[in-house]
């Protein structure tokens, strides 16, 4: 079975989870993704996590060997600060 690629995860994971933002990075083995759902409102970190996992079902265990994930609400999505413009110097 081939390596999931970081497209392939975050398709798995917006097949099993109404998303308003996802984004997931990885190298085929450890993965990072950032959730955004409404149905995270009133969940623990943990309750969010299980709920991801709950997604991805059976591919968490055979083909996903690491996911550390950034799970939020739109609101708290809406008030993370943007990443601060990269400033270039001559």
Not at 9 to 24: D, K, Q
Not at 66 to 73: E, I, P
């Amino acid at each position: 079975m081939a390596e999931p690629t970081a497209a392939d995860v975050r398709n798995y994971i917006a097949a099993g989870l109404e998303c308003t933002h996802l984004e997931v990075e990885g190298d085929g083995r450890h993965f990072f993704a950032t959730i955004v759902a409404a149905e995270f409102e009133g969940r623990s970190r943990v309750q969010r996590h299980q709920r991801v996992y709950a997604a991805l079902g059976d591919r968490m265990r055979a083909q996903i060997h690491a996911l550390s994930m950034k799970t939020l609400t739109p609101a708290e999505w809406q008030a993370t600060p943007a990443p601060a413009p990269v400033q270039y110097h001559h």
